[in-house]
């Protein structure tokens, strides 16, 4: 089951890929991890496929991530009178904290943090940018605004506000009783949306407490105002293009995915570009140029994942749309343009032993014609930090740990497998010609690169590298 390409593919579960056999089908055709989407679908439905999920990786022997992506905080407006009602551009509209039904002229929005944060001239986006009201007064439990962009509203459709900090932490209610479920569950990852600060995220990872890794949505602009802060203290990055394209001019989307890549890059942890890849294949058998070009554009980035959401989880074609995406990113990757990029932007290793020997690794493996690197580690880090460098050549991760190799399934060109660690230098070289055989990275009389930490099972002490044939 060796992926012959380096990009990792999440893919969305739901009612089009539910059964055990659908999600065999999208693992085998090139999914490296799967998304629970807690907005949607209950505990139940997640845990019989998060079963399914365990249940192909025994049987394939290849670790597979789990994300359970946490709904977040959702602005939306209560009730409208008949259902639905119709603004016109130009007109007052009205909106406030009583519950009795909107209509043309006002609407209820039962979120009091909201008016507690709103100011002149801010903005409210409704039903995804659809109609937009500015503020021109804000009260006690009030705003009258503005339409700026008429349009159609309906009973609980979503509000955006792009230019207000909003007063909320990015775990609801709801989503403490997900994250619970998913951690008992065990699931390897865990989304965090509507981050606003850094503060989210580090209170987040107090609650999970390590027994997940926390990967940071941004979807919303005043993350990018602390940006290298909320990277450095998550473990992954998503750019939720979505609420992004939505909250902020769609011109500045592309710009804002490449710099987010390379900030995640540079800080070494993995980063997930997601939302509308291959969005016409929910319902088609083939995407547009544009799509393919879109998800080419973020493995020539070097994004570690590209995301699909409505594609797997309720298109008509989710087996389809993974192959697409696979042979895409397998194609760029053989471009020689592509590895030029890469070699373009190797980042200056931090001042360790680790970093040096990693990035040593690369260099040599390169420069001996190395069929692979291999790399001993506990914890992961040394195994991060080999992807980080974005080699010529494949990396073996070899793992004492499961949960270890599942979180790695989400990171460029990194193929784990769960052994025993090494017991000495002879274990060492033995165990990595071996597997580098059984894993088809290596033949007999090709070299490898090996790096490890010294005492064997030492988490975090990579210091050793060694030049070894395949015998």
Request: aromatic share 4%.
């Amino acid at each position: 089951m060796r992926r012959q390409r380096n990009t990792k593919i999440l893919a969305t579960l739901g009612p089009a890929s539910a059964t055990p056999e659908a999600i065999d089908a999208l693992f085998r055709a090139g999914a490296d991890v799967f998304r629970l989407n807690f907005s949607h679908g209950s505990h139940a439905e997640h845990k019989a496929r998060y079963d399914a999920i365990r249940a192909i990786e025994a049987e394939s022997g290849r670790p597979i991530g789990v994300l359970a992506d946490m709904q977040g905080p959702k602005i939306r407006l209560g009730r409208i009178e008949g259902g639905e009602a119709d603004l016109v551009q130009g007109r007052r509209f009205r909106l406030d904290l009583d519950a009795a039904p909107g209509g043309a002229k006002r609407a209820p929005l039962p979120h009091p943090e909201v008016f507690g944060a709103l100011a002149k001239g801010h903005h409210l986006l409704i039903d995804d940018g659809r109609v937009k009201l500015e503020v021109e007064r804000v009260g006690d439990g009030f705003a009258e605004t503005r339409v700026q962009v008429g349009g159609s509203i309906s009973d609980r459709k979503g509000v955006n506000l792009p230019s207000t900090l909003l007063p909320l932490t990015s775990l609801t209610e709801k989503d403490l009783r997900d994250l619970s479920f998913a951690l008992d569950l065990g699931v390897d990852w865990i989304a965090l949306s509507f981050v606003q600060r850094p503060e989210d995220v580090a209170d987040a990872k107090r609650l999970i407490a390590g027994r997940a890794a926390v990967m940071a949505k941004i979807e919303k602009p005043a993350a990018m105002q602390q940006i290298e802060t909320i990277v450095e203290l998550s473990d992954a990055v998503m750019v939720a293009r979505g609420d992004l394209g939505v909250e902020l001019p769609v011109e500045e989307v592309p710009g804002l995915q490449k710099q987010l890549v390379r900030l995640a890059r540079r800080a070494g942890k993995p980063v997930v570009v997601a939302t509308q890849m291959l969005e016409s294949m929910v319902e088609r058998p083939v995407p547009t140029r544009a799509e393919v070009s879109d998800v080419a554009t973020a493995v020539y980035d070097g994004a570690d994942a590209v995301m699909l959401s409505a594609e797997t989880a309720a298109g008509d074609y989710p087996v389809e749309a993974v192959s697409t995406m696979s042979r895409v990113a397998e194609e760029v990757e053989t471009d020689p343009l592509y590895g030029s990029i890469m070699d373009a932007v190797h980042f200056q290793p931090e001042a360790t032993s680790a970093d040096a020997i990693t990035a040593a690794a690369r260099q040599v493996a390169e420069t001996i014609s190395a069929r692979a690197i291999v790399t001993y580690t506990t914890s992961g880090s040394t195994a991060l930090r080999a992807s980080r460098e974005r080699p010529r050549v494949p990396v073996l991760v070899l793992t004492p740990r499961q949960d270890t190799a599942r979180r790695l399934a989400l990171a460029w060109g990194l193929h784990c497998v769960v052994t025993e660690d090494a017991r000495d230098f002879t274990d060492m070289v033995d165990k990595a010609c071996r597997f580098a055989q059984a894993e088809a990275f290596a033949a007999r009389g090709e070299r490898l690169v090996i790096t490890a930490g010294v005492p064997f099972g030492t988490p975090g002490a990579t210091n050793t590298l060694r030049i070894a044939w395949v015998g």
